[in-house]
C-alpha cells in the first residue's frame, strides 16, 4: 500500500496533522545555531510512537525551557547523516527529520507550564498553536555584509585560496571570527564566534 492509499483509506480525524514538541540537548542546540540548515535531523528515538509526515513540531531547549523553532515532520531521506555538521558522517537511519518553518534560535522564548516526558512529546495542536503565538510576527529580513579575513603565507594566489578553505572547514565558526555588518553601515560591524558576538579588540579586554 502506498503513502497516497494509506492517507485516502484514513479517516478525516486521523488525517488532521499531529502536534509535536522536540527536545534538543544543549549541544545540539548549539550546534543548530553555528550553521544554517534547513532541517533538523535527530536519531537515536525509540521505536514508539513517532510523528508523521506532515506534522507539526515545537522545538525546544530546557534550562530553562524555551521555544527555539517551529517545523513540519519531513521524509527522511538516504543523505540522513549522523552529524549534521560533516557531510562525511556515516547516513543515519531511523531518522526524525524536521523541516524548520520559524526559527528563534537567538531568542529563545520561555514557556511555562509545558511537562514532556522525553525528546519527542505529543502535543494538543492548540498548545502548538499557543506556543506559535509566542513567537510573535517574523522580523523583517535585511541585507547583510559577512566576511571572514584570514592571513595566508603562500606561494600564488590559488594556493592561499586552497590553505583559506582549509583553515574554514577544520576551524569552522567555533573558532574562526565572522565580521557583520548590515548593508552600507560598515562602522556597525561585529564580530561573532560561536554563533554570538565576541570582542576582538585586545585593548578592550585589559
Known amino acids: 500500500m502506498t503513502d497516497t492509499e494509506l492517507r485516502t483509506s484514513e479517516t478525516i480525524e486521523d488525517a488532521t496533522p499531529g502536534a509535536w514538541a522536540v ?15 534547513d532541517t533538523l ?3 537515536g528515538l525509540d521505536d514508539g510512537v513517532r510523528p508523521r509526515p506532515g506534522d507539526l513540531v515545537a522545538v525546544l531547549v530546557e534550562d530553562p525551557l524555551r521555544l527555539v ?3 513540519r515532520v519531513a521524509l527522511a531521506t538516504a543523505e540522513t547523516r549522523e552529524d549534521p555538521d560533516d557531510p562525511q558522517s556515516d547516513p543515519a537511519s531511523g531518522a526524525l527529520v524536521v523541516s524548520y518553518t520559524r526559527r528563534a534560535l537567538d531568542e529563545p522564548v520561555p514557556v511555562d507550564g509545558l511537562a514532556l516526558d522525553g525528546p519527542v512529546t505529543g502535543l494538543d495542536p492548540a498548545v502548538w498553536r499557543e506556543l506559535a503565538d509566542r513567537l510573535g510576527p517574523p522580523q523583517a529580513r535585511r541585507s547583510w555584509l559577512v566576511s571572514l579575513d584570514l592571513p595566508i603565507e603562500a606561494a600564488s594566489p590559488a594556493e592561499a585560496v586552497r590553505i583559506f ?9 567555533r573558532e574562526l571570527p565572522a565580521f557583520v555588518s548590515p548593508t552600507g553601515d560598515e562602522l556597525a560591524m561585529q564580530a561573532f564566534v560561536l554563533g554570538a558576538e565576541a570582542n576582538q579588540d585586545p585593548e578592550e579586554d585589559d
Open 23 to 37: 527536545l534538543l540537548p544543549a549541544e545540539r542546540y548549539e550546534a543548530e545555531r553555528l550553521v544554517h540548515h
Open 41 to 43: 535531523e535527530l536519531t
Open 69 to 71: 523553532a517551529l517545523g
Open 165 to 173: 578553505w582549509s583553515y574554514v572547514q577544520e576551524l569552522g565558526p
